[in-house]
């Protein structure tokens, strides 16, 4: 049997869906049912980071604006 059609085969397919492709790195249980999250990473650095972004973007608008009073092609990017 080639290889196109075993995997044309729905039993092959339903039977490779059952079970991991590798297993764990020794010493690491899987767990599926509770995994560990790390949304809180996500939050964290986007916190630090939006404001950081705000601010320093309001402040090279200021001083285009306000102190220099030019416009030119690279603003617009």
Excluded: H, T
Excluded at 22 to 44: C, H, I, L, T, W
């Amino acid at each position: 049997m080639d290889n196109y059609s075993m995997l044309s085969n729905p039993s092959v397919w339903a039977s490779m869906q059952n079970q991991p492709v590798m297993p764990p790195p020794p010493g690491q249980m899987p767990d599926f049912s509770n995994p560990e999250r790390k949304a809180y990473q996500v939050y964290a650095s986007a916190c630090v980071c939006l404001p950081l972004m705000l601010f320093f973007g309001a402040m090279r608008l200021y001083v285009k604006f306000a102190i220099i009073k030019s416009w030119e092609w690279d603003d617009g990017i």
